[in-house]
Each structure stands twice: as structure tokens, then as C-alpha cells.
């Protein structure tokens, strides 16, 4: 199947700096992305919806302010946690859908940190 | 609204048990069903698919069938291994729609 990287696996920052993850998908070209958030035992959220060249569709509740997404590529979709704090700890995963295909395909996730 | 509700965990089985996760729908219009598999510590990997009725979607000893009377995609696995455990999402989308709707997840434990 379809590889999408996501970069890094794990980050710890201190409150108050801005953190960036970056999603790729490596062998195809991904019109559209999605970041998802995951609680500890709990099911994935959708926090937006990533597309290439035009601003992100964000779900209700997202501070867009805050999670700031950039899909300046077909291949590259980056969030970036801006002035971090101990409440954004979470695992951050995006994933995108290759246009050829049916299913959607996951990066292996951010563990974020906030200290 | 569309939803998918997923047999509530957790799952505790000895390893070769008979496994069945339960997944039913609700969906406006006639979705694909996925069921995503969640190592620890890892993001989703795509389990298997079923993009209509009566289709079975198989992989890795897994299978699941579509059922649209009963609007229904139940995981099952004959004979349960260690390295199955993990966190089972099934998930939905619509044909001309971008999004998945996901689960709430299933977390499986499979005892040596």
C-alpha cells in the first residue's frame, strides 16, 4: 500500500514554543490531508482537513490559531502547535488518501510532549 | 448523521480463541467500511475494506463482511495470535466523500 511518513514520532517541548509536525506521503500525491488527535484510550478526532494549495477546513471546537496547518505540496502537509501548553499533549496523526484508492493511509503518529 | 459503533472493550482472549469484534453503521448514503489496526505507540494501519454489500474484505487470517440488511461489518478471526493485540477501528466513508468516521475503538489483549 500507499506510505505516508510523518515526522517526528515524538517531541517534547517547554510551554509556550510552537512545535511543527510534518506529514509526507511518499509515493503518491495527496490532494488532501487530515490531522487527527488521539486521547489516551480513546478514539482518533478529526481536527481539520488539510488541502494542497488553499486553507484548512477545520472541525468545530479547533482552534485554528492554534493548530496551524500548511499543505504547501502534494506531498507535504505540516501542523504546527503554536504556543504550546500542557493541555496539547496528545498523539497528533494525519493521513491521506491516495486519489486511486478507496482507504486512507496513516502516518505512525506524533507523541507531543508539553513540559 | 452518520456513526459507526463498535463493540465496547476491553477484549481479553487466550491465544487460538475465536475472535468477533462487532461493528453496525449508520450512514445516509452507501459508505465503504474499513477496519483500521493500531499498534502501540504506532498510527493506523488499513486491516481490510469492503466497498459494497455482500463483499468480504480478508487479510492477515481477518475477515469481515458487509452487510447492508443488518448494517453490520463484524471482524472475525478464527484462531487468535499474541501479536494480534491492539486497537481495532472500524470506520466508514461515503462514496464521494473525503472523510472517515471512525469507531470508538476496540482494545484486544491476547494471552500466550
Known amino acids: 500500500g500507499a506510505v505516508v511518513s510523518q515526522h517526528p514520532s515524538w517531541v517534547i517541548c517547554k510551554s509556550g514554543t510552537s512545535v511543527k509536525i510534518e506529514c509526507r506521503s511518499l509515493?503518491?500525491?495527496?490532494?488532501?490531508m487530515f490531522w487527527y488527535r488521539q486521547f489516551p484510550k480513546q478514539s482518533l478526532m478529526l481536527m481539520a482537513t488539510s488541502n494542497e494549495g488553499s486553507k484548512a477546513t477545520y472541525e468545530q471546537g479547533v482552534e485554528k490559531d492554534k493548530f496551524l496547518i500548511n499543505h504547501a505540496s502534494l506531498t507535504l502537509s505540516t501542523l504546527t502547535v503554536t504556543s504550546a501548553h500542557p493541555e496539547d499533549s496528545s498523539f497528533y496523526i494525519c493521513?491521506?488518501?491516495?486519489?486511486?484508492?478507496?482507504?486512507?493511509?496513516f502516518g505512525q503518529g506524533t507523541r507531543l510532549t508539553v513540559v | 448523521g452518520n456513526s459507526v459503533t463498535q463493540m465496547e472493550g476491553p477484549v481479553t482472549l487466550s491465544e487460538e480463541a475465536f475472535l468477533t469484534i462487532n461493528c453496525t453503521y449508520t450512514?445516509?448514503?452507501?459508505?465503504?467500511l474499513f477496519w483500521y489496526v493500531q499498534y502501540p505507540g504506532e498510527g493506523l494501519q488499513l486491516l481490510l475494506k469492503?466497498?459494497?454489500?455482500?463483499d468480504k474484505g480478508s487479510n492477515k487470517g481477518f475477515e469481515a463482511t458487509y452487510r447492508k440488511e443488518t448494517t453490520s461489518f463484524h471482524l472475525e478471526k478464527g484462531s487468535v495470535q499474541v501479536s494480534d493485540s491492539a486497537v481495532y477501528f472500524c470506520a466508514l466513508r461515503l462514496k464521494g466523500a473525503q472523510k472517515l468516521v471512525f469507531g470508538q475503538g476496540t482494545r484486544l489483549t491476547i494471552n500466550p
Open positions: 450512514a445516509t448514503g452507501y459508505p465503504s
Open positions: 493521513s491521506a488518501r491516495d486519489p486511486g484508492a478507496t482507504e486512507a493511509f
Open positions: 469492503a466497498t459494497k454489500a455482500d
Open positions: 509515493d503518491f500525491q495527496a490532494t488532501t
